[in-house]
């Protein structure tokens, strides 16, 4: 278990790297037992998001095969994983699951957070799977009466294997279920009242649609709505209202009501447009000229100091950015091993050539200099990421800006017509059952 304590750093380095990582919600205890439950989008690289969120050391239960894994298993083994024993892997091997409750409940009680997926597969769908039992009879094993924070954490990823995409690690509200620490493991009511709050807990932490196609409408609707009323695009408040909205698209569907399903075409076709625009909702306000002016002469003042660094970085890490993309195309790979092979094995490849190149440095030029490369290199990628995000953001706003003094009758309409929606999205949420 050495990496154990590091993991959560390490991760959330890691992440931040690869995605445009963020952590939102309430935060995890920072001591004490707490099992954390979360969804299960991305295979190996959901632990790490996990443990980044939770910002301390976190055991996870991992199916056996694992451990046993040429290429992973000396991971899963030094980040202090429990094996769980599944009949699809090993029908014979499942009596030795007695042993891992027992690891869970020994790590609980000495004070340690445990993570598991209820799900218990990792997956692509558009919702939550069903739940398994596992995480209630885990909480209620562990209890011996006096039950303990459950926290749900909700993981997000727009993209999952494209570099620097959005991802969201969403804490909610712990479960309530201090009256039922006392009935054990082996009561089944006990166990399916715990599992369905486990799952409600979850469902408020992650986007449930019916099909990855409503994604965009959903999102759209929600932003729609929170920019015209004036509320905080916080993450929380957009995913809770993203399942509101997901919930009423589904009643429209199965009532049929024509002018709650010509609702829904009109807020495509806005979608439509502002995507080809590259706008979203809360952006259709122009800035004023003193606004534009102030944040023109920052941004060539940024670009100055900054363009420096973006050619440096990009050609000193070409290499491994070249191959890191040459074994991710790999048509074989799912899109769940695509990223991980793009943060694990890119984190790997990258600090492999800071090695070499520091090597070279210090055969050349001497030890100081070598040292100093490689410590100079790390802080030279990190950079040039911030830079590359910074100026694909600037270009972005530039574009925007432009578009809306270009076509401003046209954007007139736009938000003449979003603050009709809004308004009829917020009839329609009243009417929802």
Same mark, same amino acid.
């Given at each position: ?30 001591? &004490? /037992? ?6 299960? /989008? ?30 992973? @298993? ?23 699951? !007695? +042993? ?9 009680h000495e004070g340690a957070a445990v993570g598991i997926f209820p799900e218990g597969m990792s997956h692509s769908e558009p919702s939550l799977a069903p739940m398994k039992t ?10 011996? &009466? ?22 969201? %690690? ?16 082996? +009561? ?41 009323? &004036? ?11 993203? @399942? !509101?909205?997901?919930a009423g698209l589904a009643h429209v569907r199965e009532a049929g009501d024509p002018e709650a399903a010509a609702l829904v075409r009109e807020v495509r076709r806005h979608a ?100 100093? %490369?490689?410590? @100079? ?18 270009? &972005? ?24 929606? %809004? ?11």
């Amino acid at each position: 278990m050495w990496l154990l304590p590091a993991l959560s750093t390490i991760a959330k380095l890691a992440l931040r790297v690869f995605y445009r990582f963020r952590v939102d919600g309430p935060p995890v205890p920072p001591t &004490g /037992p707490v099992l954390l439950v979360a969804n299960h /989008p991305n295979s190996l690289l959901d632990p790490g998001a996990v443990s980044a969120a939770a910002g301390r050391p976190v055991r996870f239960m991992a199916k056996a095969p694992l451990f046993s894994d040429p290429r992973i @298993g000396w991971l899963v083994r030094a980040a202090g994983a429990i094996p769980v024993y599944r009949r699809t892997d090993d029908a014979s091997q499942m009596a030795r699951n !007695e +042993d891992s409750f027992q690891a869970v409940f020994d790590a609980l009680h000495e004070g340690a957070a445990v993570g598991i997926f209820p799900e218990g597969m990792s997956h692509s769908e558009p919702s939550l799977a069903p739940m398994k039992t596992g995480a209630a009879r885990l909480a209620l094993g562990a209890a011996d &009466g006096v039950a303990f924070p459950i926290v749900p954490l909700g993981l997000s990823l727009q993209e999952k294997g494209r570099f620097r995409s959005a991802a969201l %690690a969403l804490t909610g509200t712990a479960v309530q279920w201090s009256h039922l620490a006392a009935r054990g493991p082996h +009561d089944p009511m006990a166990v399916r009242e715990l599992t369905a709050r486990i799952e409600e807990a979850l469902r408020a932490v992650t986007v449930n649609l019916q099909d990855w196609e409503d994604a965009p409408l959903v999102e759209v609707a929600q932003e729609v709505y929170l920019a015209e009323e &004036g509320l905080s695009l916080r993450a929380e408040a957009r995913i809770a209202g993203s @399942g !509101e909205v997901a919930a009423g698209l589904a009643h429209v569907r199965e009532a049929g009501d024509p002018e709650a399903a010509a609702l829904v075409r009109e807020v495509r076709r806005h979608a439509r447009i502002l995507d080809a625009l590259g706008i979203r909702p809360h952006q259709l306000v122009q800035p004023d000229r003193t606004q534009a002016f102030r944040w023109g002469v920052r941004t060539l003042a940024t670009f100055l100091v900054a363009a420096p660094v973006l050619v440096a970085g990009t050609l000193v890490f070409a290499a491994p950015v070249f191959l890191v993309r040459a074994i991710a195309s790999n048509p074989r790979l799912s899109p769940d091993l695509k990223a991980t092979y793009k943060l694990l094995g890119g984190a790997v490849i990258h600090l492999f050539w800071i090695a070499f190149l520091s090597s070279v440095v210090w055969w050349r030029v001497g030890a100081t200099a070598g040292l100093l %490369a490689s410590m @100079g290199l790390p802080l030279l990628g990190i950079a040039t990421v911030a830079v590359t995000d910074w100026r694909r953001a600037a270009g &972005g706003a530039v574009r925007r800006f432009l578009i809306r003094r270009r076509r401003a009758e046209m954007i007139q309409e736009l938000r003449a017509r979003q603050k009709a929606l %809004a308004a009829r999205l917020r009839e329609m949420r009243a009417a929802l059952p």
